[in-house]
């Protein structure tokens, strides 16, 4: 299965902390979603 995101963007209550994302995720990649001050990590295999 195959993810893929265009012009995407990512809100943090009312302000847009990312705009015009794009990108693909195919079959066997893996990726990490990781932010220092954050309390969430998220992994994908």
């Given at each position: 299965?195959?993810?893929?995101?265009?012009?995407?963007?990512?809100?943090?209550?009312?302000?847009?902390?990312?705009?015009?994302?794009?990108f693909?995720?195919k079959?066997?990649?893996?990726?990490?979603?990781?932010?220092?001050?954050?309390?969430?990590?998220?992994?994908?295999?």
């Open positions: 299965m195959n993810y893929k995101i265009v012009n995407g963007a990512i809100a943090y209550g009312a302000e847009t902390i990312l705009e015009e994302i794009n693909e995720i079959e066997k990649d893996k990726i990490a979603i990781v932010r220092k001050k954050w309390k969430w990590k998220n992994y994908t295999s």
